[in-house]
């Protein structure tokens, strides 16, 4: 063999050059699948219209954007028309501002996406018709996406603090028990990114059930358990009713673990509201939830109006349109 024919090794510029080329090749495929990922998946943007990052002295990773005015198309399965997704000047999902007080007989509703009505114009929200069941009463929608309980209980912290209200409804999912995200200004505007971890998720969930695995942990009960007792403390602390409703009967088995409630002992869906203060109860939405069709995996019409029936039902005690404990009169309570 010929010492001509023997390869010689690359010169440092040559695998430079072909460094620089690989690099190349990979930020102009990235760009390629974040415009695919733009024409695909296009309801990632409403997304990322909808939120802020939260100030850094405050507990929560991100906010409703206040003014925010989003034309939403679904993210799983596309609307054939879009919903708007309002947000007040405050950070709540209304088309007006809400005072620190009210006449009306006050309710702060608590949740993720289900709470916020993902796949619902605001007035066909379970908030809404609660409303329109019974004129005197007021709910204000605190619902925010991706949030977990531990946002949930600092949420609820703040609000309180500054808002008068009579009653308060926690809607616990499954979700809840996950770790708090994160939230990057910057990691949010890419498509891609947004749809990865959307991808991600659901083949965990489809082949591995890594995230079932992780909400069913005995450590996943015990951290949702502390996040509830932390917001049966604060609504001890505003003396007002708390009502823990949830959309998985899997959810109460964490109720053992609250260090001073046994939850075993309340009557399913009864609360005694026959005077103001501060009392907890427990209401199964699973129902509602699981038997209607849902949108983009989200309660529809129906579970709304269901929720809505039964909230009302359970805080009225059962009184036909009304919405309203007994022991309220028009105005403020006694």
Known sequence: MNNSDLRKPPRPRQRLLGAITAVISLILTLLVLEVCARFFMPGARDLENLVTRAPGSDSRAYLLKPGARVEFRGIIKRFEKPIVWQVNAQGIRSDRPVPPKSDRFRIATFGDSEAFGWSMPLALTFQKRMERIDDSVEVINFGTPGYNAENFADNMQEVLANLEADFVIYIAHKNDRNPPLTYSPILSKSYLLIGARFAYYRL???FFRKPEKQRY????FKYFAAQVDRMIDISRGQNLPLLVSYLSTRIPMAFPQLKEFDFQTL??????LDKPGFRIGT???EHGWKKFPRVDFHMGREGHQETAEKFCALI?????????????KAGRSP
């Open 204 to 206: 965990n969930r489809l």
């Open 217 to 220: 942990s005995p450590e996943s």
């Open 267 to 272: 009557k399913e869906g009864e609360m005694e």
């Open 283 to 285: 209401l199964n939405l």
């Open 316 to 328: 009225s005690g059962r009184l036909k349109n009304s919405c309203v404990p007994p022991f309220w």
